[in-house]
């Protein structure tokens, strides 16, 4: 579009939404009726150099296998969902229906502060309207069944109330951790 959003904006916000691939295509084959896409579209990326690509790739294909042909060289390679919904790939890792990314390099390291200053800017920017720092407190608290009962299971993982976090709190995780009870 050649549209400059400022980097703390939130791209709805400006009026732009931003999809992955495989979510394009869910979309185009609901609208037009059309055939699915055999496979599934996730993003491959080198956290090195900053680069990602979309790749397609069959469900139950092996990770390894993609990561090697797709960002060959050293360092970890991670896999995942949502933003915050990753983790380090292992031996017999495949593509799954919540596969969204592969990606290597070294990890980021995030400390998370203990301190909440209760600021709300997780529930600001969350799509699905969950009250995200009480749901995090709960789970904290070991109340998983009362943090779903706020909503949990509408969570998208899409990493959003992490990432805005002042304090570094993974927050994401834990609303997952109540979505899955």
């Known amino acids: 579009t050649g549209a ?24 185009r084959e609901a609208i037009l009726g059309v055939t699915p896409v055999a496979g599934k579209y996730i993003t491959v990326a080198d956290l090195a150099s900053g680069k990602a690509k ?34 380090r790939s292992g031996d017999g890792d495949v593509i799954g229906r919540d596969t969204n990314f592969i990606a290597r390099g070294e990890s980021t390291y995030f400390k998370e502060s203990p301190q909440c200053s209760r600021c709300g800017r997780c529930a ?5 309207g969950l009250d995200v720092h009480t749901i995090a407190e709960l789970v904290d608290e070991g109340k998983l069944d009362e943090a779903r009962w706020l909503g949990a299971d509408r969570c998208l993982s899409c990493g959003s109330c992490s990432v805005v976090c002042l304090a570094g709190r993974n927050l994401s995780f834990r609303v997952a951790q109540a979505r899955n009870r």
């Open 4 to 27: 400059a959003i400022p980097r703390d904006a939130i791209p709805a916000k400006e009026g732009f939404l931003v999809l992955n691939v495989q979510t394009i295509f869910a979309i």
């Open 54 to 87: 979309a790749v397609r790739v069959e469900m139950g294909a092996s990770v390894a296998d993609i990561a090697s042909r797709e960002i060959p060289g050293k360092g970890p390679v991670f896999v995942g969902g949502g933003l915050m919904q990753s983790y």
């Open 124 to 128: 600001a920017v969350c799509p699905a």
